[in-house]
């Protein structure tokens, strides 16, 4: 039994050492495996996920470029939010049938049913008074465009404009006709000429009244030098109508004016009436010595100055009249630079178009 026992005990040690070399060398192979697997993974490289190109502008994609995205941005967008509109202003020519169609699918105040009718009650040129009238009795009046005392400013503006491009009456029906806009009648187109000669005077006097005032405290002297000038509505000297103008030397700014003509419409006809007729009788050429002198015999009267220094622009016969006005040779006279460039350089010009024998003759 002993030798049976210790036989048992011998192949059981056995066993269990050959299970143990088992595990050894099994856990040497996975050991082995691990290694070359950590090995071959860390030569992968690790995928990474895409954000997009950093060397282009991303889209935003509510910034879609279908037609239909783009209209269900809108939609979504305008729940909710207040919009910036252009503040209109000045005036527009709307078309009566587009203000008819626009008043009628307004809904009324009083009863809120659409159908609102507009009616033209009067109209005075340009402006019109309009009435907004409904079933039920409701009636609410406007004026196409803002009163001044009673009186529509875009005919005053139509008749200024059309001065200041030198045209009358006749121009402005023909421009208003093409337009198929109201026109107002010549005696009202007369009455707002009255109105703004008025205004044009009121407003040239004082600002020549503040030129005057800007010229004293320069100096703090009241003899200045002036620049006389005249001008012609045609060319030649066969106008009826001129103009004389007194500028400032130091300042550039005009002085006084003085506005002549031979022409009045209202003794033509024979129109009796008080009226401001022709304020000269001769020849045109004679009207810039006539408006230099009355401008220089009211100068201390009316501008508080004494223009002393005249600066001639070569061709003017003004000075002759104007030089003993404040006394015995107390106006002097000066050449103006530019206008003797001028002259010496349209000489020269002239010379170098004649033939070479006539030059030689004048020298």
């Not at 809108?74 to 009566?96: A, C, H, M, P, W």
């Not at 402006?127 to 875009?154: R, W």
Request: glycine share 6%; net charge positive.
């Amino acid at each position: 039994m002993s030798k049976h026992s210790t036989i048992r005990r011998q192949l059981q040690q056995i066993s269990k050492s050959d299970k143990c070399e088992g595990r050894a060398h099994h856990t040497r192979i996975t050991h082995s495996t691990s290694r070359e697997g950590a090995v071959t993974r860390s030569k992968k490289f690790k995928k990474r996920s895409f954000h997009g190109n950093r060397h282009r502008n991303s889209v935003p994609k509510n910034n879609v470029s279908t037609a239909s995205a783009t209209k269900l941005n809108t939609l979504e967008s305008s729940d909710g939010l207040e919009y910036d509109f252009q503040e209109l202003k000045g005036n527009r020519i709307i078309v009566i049938q587009t203000l008819l169609g626009v008043f009628s699918i307004l809904s009324c105040p009083k009863c809120f049913a659409t159908g609102l009718k507009l009616t033209e009650d009067s109209k005075e040129g340009l402006c019109s008074n309009f009435a907004i009238v409904c079933k039920c009795g409701f009636m609410a009046g406007f004026t196409s465009t803002p009163k001044e005392n009673k009186k529509c400013s875009l005919n005053t503006l139509l008749v200024f404009g059309l001065r200041l491009m030198g045209r009358g009456f006749s121009a402005g029906m023909k421009l208003l006709c093409t337009l198929n806009l109201p026109y107002v009648c010549k005696k009202t187109f007369r009455i707002h000429e009255l109105k703004l000669l008025e205004a044009v005077k009121y407003s040239c006097e004082e600002n020549m009244k503040a030129a005057s005032k800007e010229v004293q405290n320069l100096k703090k002297t009241t003899t200045r030098g002036v620049s006389v000038d005249g001008t012609w509505q045609r060319r030649d000297h066969m106008s009826l109508n001129g103009c004389v103008s007194v500028i400032s030397i130091d300042t550039g700014k005009i002085l006084d004016l003085e506005v002549m003509t031979q022409y009045c419409k209202m003794c033509e006809m024979n129109i009796k009436c008080d009226h401001e007729c022709s304020n000269y009788k001769g020849s045109s050429g004679n009207m810039e010595s006539v408006g230099a002198f009355r401008i220089f015999e009211r100068s201390v009267m009316k501008r508080e100055l004494q223009y002393t220094e005249y600066y001639r622009d070569g061709d003017s016969k003004a000075f002759l009249k104007v030089k003993d006005i404040y006394g015995e040779d107390i106006v002097t006279k000066l050449e103006c630079i530019g206008h003797v460039q001028k002259r010496v350089g349209s000489r020269l010009r002239k010379l170098k178009k004649k033939p070479k024998d006539s030059a030689e003759k004048v020298n």
